[in-house]
């Protein structure tokens, strides 16, 4: 599997499926948020180093590619550092998202945009134009490491991140995992009950005996 083949598969799973496959991924913190609800972020790091200065933010945009992610780590910035015209220009290049581990602002015109975008905070004022900071380099984001060209992968649930090689290695079992609970959602509209669908009483009662045990579906 290739990386454009790899992130086709992701993008028919849903975010919770890999976090299933693998729950020691790397997952962004729960604080950035979409912006415009509804959509999936999916593309490889772009990553921007600033503060309350968004000069280094156009500096990437203007080196970003289709598909990219345009990843920034604010490091506590209060000021706006993404807004409409940014937002825009990204979405005009066929960048794949923006996430700001900061202030964004113009969230009303931002939430008529098809490209995703995610943010900590909403600030009206916009940061500077002084100061060039850096660009494709790993930076921290929503309390995660994030490098250059790794796979960024967000929904309404969170974003994760991850090497293209371990995310080929995942996908197999994410499949697994989401058709098994969309089985399982089909049984429970049909009248099953979802605890007859698990090793529930077998499990607790190992517990109870101090043995290890996994609950798990029987199906």
Known sequence: MNKI???HALSALSVASIADADKTIRVMSSTIRPVNNGKKILGTARTVSC???FLTVIDALNQSKAGDVLVVDSQES???LVGELFSTEAQRRGLSGIIVD?????VEMLRKLEIPVFAKSY???SGTTQKMMETQTEIQCGGIAVAP???VFGDEDGIIVASIAQLIDLVPSAIQIQKAEEAIVDKIQEGECLIDMLNFKEHVKFLEEGLESSLSFKI
Not at 102 to 106: F, H, M, S, T
């Open 123 to 125: 600030c009206p004022c």
């Open 5 to 7: 083949e790899l992130l």
């Open 102 to 106: 900061g202030p964004v602002r113009d």
């Open 78 to 80: 209060t000021r706006a």
């Open 51 to 53: 503060h309350n200065d």
């Open 149 to 151: 060209e790794e796979v």
